[in-house]
């Protein structure tokens, strides 16, 4: 059974099960924040079904809360900031506005961070640093799962990134993983007894499969064979090996939140501001805009969208008629919120 | 009619045709190598084929020699240099340098170009910054030949991008277009009377063809639909629109090497010894290389590659046994060196 529920009321009662489980008020915040709004833009999977999860890792011990940045090296465009295990959306909002703001006087600057937990759903991030005026770019490194081009073995995560800019006409923002398509839509189609697209995962001996069950107990493919493998592997290398902690099959904590982060994160920011002038800068970006949205869809497409416009547009129905979520789900948040 | 010839004589004889037509011996030097390593590596469409088209961007006056380096910022972090049309090689090679020595005072370093011409295969640069001992992140924005996804309408060039990082084992380095393929492909096809496979390309209507011919007058496809569609619009933004040039349809000077480079370029050096140290990184970084190359084959695989690897597989055998090139082409290249 499905109910359908407002933003606003998800968030609050989001916010009230962190809480009940002691992270402090700005802390649960921010994380639901996160959450609520990857079902606001249609990633469920990334929304606020994780919570009983996450619950499961703070009530393990295993994600803490009341962060307090503690930067393990001393250069100022260059950070190396330790998470500490907290709470993911803490650290990384926190690693955006430090990016940002390193970015004001550098120009391009870098939070390298280890022990975070999971960050949710990248584009938040890709957006509040567009909204500060910068181009954005975060990625993340997450549990295998993803087998590299010609391997029939899982070694790289889904490793996501994200980038995002300011335009005239407001923030534009990528979020994507490097593999075909998320995990979750194996386990959605599984559920359903229905086959899923050739293309999408390998069975254990590395053949294409459409059976769900057997795409699960081999890999997902990365998007476009070598170059989405390709990515995938600079993700895991920008974000665990420059952090200094897990890559590919060492990775943990990112699917089974019991068990501490060993991923690492990036966010990069660029300020246009330093190479000469942001209005300079979102008068070619928004120009970019106009050249997408104006160009001829192919036949059988409406319009041509640019990035993360199809989440927004999905946003703006959402906060419309509210998200749909499974019955069993809300009664499980209310239960974790002691309501 | 294929002719062989050896990688050093090749180098010498395209270095010939740059000084013979002014381009003083250093300058002629790297961009000769660059382009000869192109087509050591395999990519021949990005080798000394495009000599004669190079030659005529230097008779016409659109490319320039004797580049004098040139900052338009007060920022040692974030440069913005002017590549004064010149060499795009030229302008790279110094660019990759700079990058990676203000790395080495600010962890990262970026050094936006605006005004250079075509600067040939990036994975050149992104393994010139990892043998530098620094991840080397490039992207250049190129004239118009790719729809947006859900579009009928070139507005993307193939913006290709790079990554390079160093490993206890040498290089490793990613160098892909955000196309699905090169354009030269098609072009290769169309010559041969055949076919394309579906995927590539769209007619002018924006709907699949496999005929070349209408690939050609259409639209390559970004690889992996939106999400190379979203990472050709973030290399125009990141290229085109930072450096304060041309972005989507209005970039020149790529295909047509006769009119004036608008496109920008991208080079972003991280160094990993602010951050915990170079030994560790490498030392993660090759344990992930060792993880892809050790993880099982698919079946019909003989081995799993890590990125770069095809390419410098294929570059040891053709250094041993020279460079299989157009007969017509080599006399074409001594005309040119007045041979």
Same mark, same amino acid.
């Given at each position: 059974?499905?109910?359908?529920?407002?933003?606003?009321?998800?968030?609050?009662?989001?916010?009230?099960?962190?809480?009940? =489980?002691?992270?402090?008020?700005?802390?649960?915040?921010?994380?639901?924040?996160?959450?609520?709004?990857?079902?606001?833009?249609?990633?469920?999977? =990334?929304?606020?079904?994780?919570?009983?999860?996450?619950?499961?890792?703070?009530?393990?011990?295993?994600?803490?809360? &009341?962060?307090?940045?503690?930067?393990?090296?001393?250069?100022?465009?260059?950070?190396?900031?330790?998470?500490?295990?907290?709470?993911?959306?803490?650290?990384?909002?926190?690693?955006?506005?430090?990016?940002? &703001?390193?970015?004001?006087?550098?120009?391009?600057?870098?939070?390298?961070?280890?022990?975070?937990?999971?960050?949710?759903?990248?584009?938040?991030?890709?957006?509040?640093?567009?909204?500060?005026?910068?181009?954005?770019?975060?990625?993340?490194?997450?549990?295998?799962?993803?087998?590299?081009? /010609?391997?029939?073995?899982?070694?790289?995560?889904?490793?996501?990134?994200?980038?995002?800019?300011?335009?005239?006409?407001?923030?534009?923002?990528?979020?994507?993983?490097?593999?075909?398509?998320?995990?979750?839509?194996?386990?959605?189609?599984?559920?359903?007894?229905?086959?899923?697209?050739? /293309?999408?995962?390998?069975?254990?001996?590395?053949?294409?499969?459409?059976?769900?069950?057997?795409?699960?107990?081999?890999?997902?493919?990365?998007?476009?064979?070598?170059?989405?493998?390709?990515?995938?592997?600079?993700?895991?290398?920008?974000? /665990?090996?420059?952090?200094?902690?897990?890559? /590919?099959?060492?990775?943990?904590?990112?699917?089974?939140?019991?068990?501490?982060?060993?991923?690492?994160?990036?966010?990069?920011?660029?300020?246009?501001?330093?190479?000469?002038?942001?209005?300079?800068?979102?008068?070619?970006?928004?120009?970019?805009?106009?050249?997408?949205?104006?160009?001829?869809?192919?036949?059988?497409?409406?319009?041509?969208?640019?990035?993360?416009?199809?989440?927004?547009?999905?946003?703006?129905?959402?906060?419309?008629?509210?998200?749909?979520?499974?019955?069993?789900?809300?009664?499980?948040?209310?239960?974790?919120?002691?309501?």
């Amino acid at each position: 059974m499905e109910s359908t529920i407002a933003y606003e009321e998800m968030r609050q009662l989001a916010t009230r099960v962190f809480m009940r =489980h002691g992270v402090p008020a700005d802390e649960a915040n921010i994380t639901s924040e996160v959450l609520v709004e990857a079902n606001a833009r249609g990633h469920d999977s =990334h929304g606020v079904i994780r919570i009983p999860k996450w619950i499961e890792g703070i009530s393990s011990g295993a994600i803490k809360s &009341r962060f307090l940045p503690r930067a393990l090296n001393d250069c100022s465009s260059a950070i190396w900031l330790d998470g500490g295990q907290c709470l993911g959306p803490v650290v990384a909002e926190y690693a955006c506005h430090l990016a940002v &703001r390193q970015a004001r006087d550098y120009g391009i600057a870098m939070v390298s961070v280890k022990n975070a937990s999971h960050i949710g759903m990248l584009g938040f991030y890709a957006e509040l640093m567009a909204r500060s005026g910068c181009i954005g770019i975060i990625a993340t490194n997450t549990e295998s799962g993803v087998a590299p081009h /010609g391997s029939a073995e899982k070694v790289f995560g889904t490793n996501p990134l994200a980038i995002g800019c300011p335009t005239l006409s407001g923030p534009v923002f990528l979020d994507m993983s490097t593999s075909v398509v998320a995990r979750g839509k194996v386990v959605l189609a599984q559920r359903a007894g229905a086959a899923i697209p050739e /293309g999408w995962a390998v069975d254990s001996r590395g053949q294409p499969t459409t059976d769900p069950n057997q795409a699960l107990a081999g890999a997902l493919l990365p998007v476009g064979g070598p170059k989405g493998s390709g990515l995938s592997f600079f993700v895991d290398i920008l974000c /665990g090996a420059l952090s200094g902690t897990a890559v /590919g099959k060492d990775v943990r904590g990112t699917f089974d939140m019991r068990q501490s982060g060993s991923k690492g994160d990036i966010f990069i920011a660029i300020d246009p501001e330093k190479i000469g002038g942001i209005d300079r800068f979102t008068g070619l970006a928004q120009h970019l805009v106009d050249q997408v949205r104006q160009s001829t869809p192919a036949v059988g497409c409406d319009r041509v969208l640019v990035p993360g416009e199809y989440e927004m547009n999905f946003r703006k129905q959402r906060m419309e008629n509210g998200i749909p979520l499974a019955s069993d789900l809300i009664s499980e948040l209310k239960a974790l919120a002691g309501e």
